[in-house]
């Protein structure tokens, strides 16, 4: 399978807990994409990464969230001190250039008790 | 905020044509209108886009009005298989990025 993978697929975690996602994009694709969705809502962009460089960060991306793509490969997004609004699922994208087609991963879905 | 709105649920027989609308009349000459759907639990799966022309591929055909305030997906043979949300998105250029705008999408049923 040569897609988006994410892992986990599902995480349970107690409140102020810090949990941490992976994304592998699609292999030669340099460009990768957070989004995150809510129940019964589009997803929502958080970040993106030019090869290894953050360019750009939604203001919903608080400071207890931090993203990394430490050799311009996979990614991992990390959530400090959850909180029960953090509960969602985060989806990864991935396309070859900036005007290029994004292609989803399957998500991670986490839940905050 | 989406630049598109579309209705919030349709049903469509099994085997017949589904037509989805979707309205973007704030749309700038230089934005693609694209086609995601997302079934139950799963990711966002790319369908088709267009930008002015017609497109057509081996899932589903995009047919865009000639002023570009609306669009509508066409499914040719609807299946069972084919239940989901489906999302209309206007690509917006920001900076260095261009950005995927989405609405609440259409729930698609299909019904046997």
């Known amino acids: 399978d040569t897609g988006v993978s994410q892992n986990p697929r599902h995480k349970i975690t107690k409140r102020g807990q810090n949990v941490t996602f992976r994304c592998d994009p699609i292999?030669?694709?340099?460009?990768l994409y957070w989004y995150r969705q809510t129940l019964g809502q589009g997803p929502e962009f958080l970040t993106y990464?030019?090869?290894?460089?953050?360019?750009?960060k939604s203001r919903l991306l608080s400071d207890r969230f931090s993203a990394e793509r430490p050799k311009g490969s996979f990614s991992t997004l990390e959530i400090q001190r959850t909180e029960q609004g953090d509960s969602a699922m985060y989806l990864c994208a991935s396309s070859l250039l900036a005007a290029d087609t994004q292609y989803f991963g399957p998500g991670t879905r986490l839940t905050v008790l | 905020d989406a630049k598109t709105t579309q209705p919030t649920s349709m049903d469509c027989a099994e085997g017949r044509a589904a037509n989805l609308p979707c309205n973007h009349s704030?749309?700038?000459?230089?934005?693609?209108v694209y086609w995601y759907r997302q079934i139950h639990s799963q990711g966002p799966q790319y369908i088709i886009h267009g930008l002015k022309n017609n497109e057509t591929n081996e899932m589903a055909s995009l047919i865009i009005t000639e002023d570009r305030k609306s669009s509508t997906l066409i499914l040719p043979h609807a299946t069972l298989r084919d239940t989901a949300v489906y999302y209309c998105?206007?690509?917006?250029?920001?900076?260095?990025?261009?950005?995927?705008?989405w609405g609440a999408g259409t729930k698609l049923i299909i019904k046997p």
């Open positions: 998105i206007v690509r917006v250029s920001m900076d260095s990025n261009y950005q995927l705008i």
């Open positions: 990464f030019q090869n290894e460089a953050q360019l750009e």
């Open positions: 292999s030669e694709h340099n460009r």
């Open positions: 704030t749309i700038s000459g230089n934005e693609y």
